[in-house]
């Protein structure tokens, strides 16, 4: 009688040669499939809580300040105040050029669009609020710094990306401060701008993970003008502070008014009842760097400093969600709200 040849791992009670010997199985948290997997994405959730949280203990952050504002310009040749439309939001890549801004040489000679001409005009407003942005996080990281502290107060945070947020980081990183770069993982091309602290520099998958950490940390938020990325979090945080679901307080300056008046009218809100006339206390306008950070300055020592001196724990090396525990992130007080 023949014997029957085994041709790969065999069913249980099967006759023949003995099974091909099988390779080690990886281990859950080695496992890419898994962990890229459905099954997997509560693992993916709390590594996206729990490795920024390292992070910020280990570089001594305590809390920062915010900015928001359009991440699609980038400055191009600053000495002429000169930008270049983005693609999209956060993207490295350049708009078509029928929708970046006309320069000078084609209005002169009848060869710009009207869309055109408008961005021509909105560039060199956008030249100034990067230059502002730029100017304030300097102004506000210069402060921070001769604040008694072990752990680095109210470090400049940003979006990551080009334009108002590369302003913000730019102008931290010229003071000689750490500064903070939450960048989004979208699906074109796009990288961090490179006056991020590198060791601060993260990338977040889920957007509600990325919001967690600008909200939690926050003590201050400036608004600079920007699109729909710029009024979601904006709105965010003053539904939030309007609901008293944030436990602290914090100061929201919304920069530029002439461009956010057009944008929106809270006065028709009030008039019509959809909000309290009190909820316009809820943050303020400035143009400038200097009225801006006054400000910041104004609410951050009146809300915290002040505070902190008087029970004798400023200075103090105050350890960020000391005692928290990952069943405290699952819970329902995820992001510390009353």
């Known amino acids: 009688m ?8 065999m069913e249980p009670g099967t006759t023949g040669s003995m099974p091909i010997p099988l390779e080690k199985a990886p281990l859950a948290y080695e496992n890419p499939n898994f962990l890229n997997s459905a ?9 996206e809580y729990m490795e920024p949280l390292a992070r910020f203990r280990r570089e001594q952050i305590q809390d ?10 980038r400055g191009r040749e600053e000495a002429h105040h000169a930008l270049e439309l983005l693609d999209n939001t956060g993207s490295s890549q350049p708009a078509p050029s029928h929708e970046q801004p006309a320069s000078a040489p084609d209005i002169a ?24 942005a730029r100017r304030l996080s300097a102004m506000l990281t210069t402060w921070a710094k001769t604040i008694p502290s072990r752990r680095a107060r109210f470090v400049v945070t940003s979006g990551g990306g080009p334009g108002i947020m590369e302003a913000a980081n730019r102008g931290a990183w010229e003071a000689g401060g750490k500064t903070i770069g939450l960048n989004i993982r979208l699906p074109f091309e796009q990288s961090p701008n490179p006056y991020i602290t590198p060791s601060l520099n993260f990338e977040f998958h889920y957007f509600f993970m990325r919001k967690l950490w600008f909200a939690y940390l926050a003590k201050a938020l400036v608004v600079f003008p920007g699109g729909f990325g710029t009024l979601d979090e904006m709105f965010e945080i003053l539904t939030l502070a309007q ?9 929201v300056v919304i920069y530029g008014s002439d461009y956010w008046k057009k944008v929106f009218n809270l006065d028709t809100l009030v008039d019509t009842g959809a909000i309290s006339p009190k909820d316009i206390e809820l943050f303020q306008f400035a143009d400038t760097p200097e009225q801006a950070f006054e400000m910041l300055r104004t609410g951050l020592t009146q809300n915290y400093l002040t505070a902190e001196l008087a029970d004798g724990t400023l200075g103090e090396n105050q350890e960020m969600m000391a005692g928290w525990t ?13």
């Open 39 to 47: 099954d997997g994405r509560l693992i993916r959730i709390v590594a």
């Open 109 to 132: 000679e009848g060869k710009a669009t009207e869309l055109q001409r408008k961005r021509a005009v909105a560039a060199v407003e956008m030249a100034r609020y990067y230059e502002d």
């Open 2 to 9: 023949s014997e029957v040849q085994g041709t790969g791992n």
């Open 326 to 338: 990952v069943e405290d992130f699952l819970g329902p007080d995820l992001a510390r709200t009353k």
């Open 243 to 251: 609901t008293h679901k944030l436990a602290k307080k914090i100061t």
């Open 64 to 73: 920062t300040v915010v900015f928001f504002g359009s991440a699609r310009f």
